[in-house]
């Protein structure tokens, strides 16, 4: 039986994306508090980890913050050590001496005592990267994370980072699916098969482009074939990818159901390598 894990933590290949709970971005870019909806989000949290999920990812950035309280909400009176808990610092926390800071403003939102998983959330042209690395480590020495990763590096700059931290980055997450092969080729795969990280995929199903809405005649009639959802296709896809994870937003028990359901697709090779061929075609592999 393949197991999925994260610096060496076994996780659930199909993770607990927050990006929109709580919160979202206005057309000028400029990220806001949302507590409208927070019962019916804190419930798809909660629903989630029933169904076996237990990697939920969240960042400072989400919500303008609210987002991790919303999760803290959620995994109260859950058992702590069945989670695996990641959030990112922001820019505004880059610095060497504010990433402790940042990841202690976090624990209090999640209400909890250590994080397993402490990302920056991009690597930032106006801050040296010595800067933000050094200040994971320093979360790692002051016992608020168990671990550190980086999100949005390219494949030379998550070697860089590599060489830059006392201590092992596991982890990046990037934007990766059946469209959109992004930084994920292989030299980035050789990085991370030689320094033990794991690509951390979001918007797997590209905001519904790869689901409700998709078009690509290749994945509607993969999917056909298949007997599965376009939805569960691209998730599939994804965890198929070795060293791959993945962390889909769902809002409802029935939407949970569906992607969960991905990891009973079987995809036969003719189809995998069709489909290994989409993401290419803009040059991005």
Known sequence: MRVWRIG???VHPIGIGTWGMGGDRLPDGEIFADY???DREIEAIRAAVELGQNHIDTAQLYGAGHTEEIVGEAISGLDREELFIATKVWRSHSL???????AEESLRKLRIDVLDLLYVHAPWDSIPMDEYIAGLDDAVDAGLTRAIAVSNFSADQLLTAVRLSR???VANQVRYNLLHHGQVDSHM?????EHGVTIVAYRPVERRLLADQATSPAVLDIAAEVGCTPAQLAIAWVINQPGVVTIPKASSREH???NLAATRVQIPGGAQARLDSL???DGTE
Not at 189 to 193: E, L, P
């Open 279 to 281: 993401g290419r075609k």
């Open 36 to 38: 409208r909806d927070d």
């Open 8 to 10: 060496g933590r076994t």
């Open 189 to 193: 795969r050789d990085i991370c098969a």
């Open 256 to 258: 949970l159901e569906e």
């Open 167 to 169: 201590h092992p980055i």
């Open 96 to 102: 060497r001496h504010a990433v402790p800071h940042a």
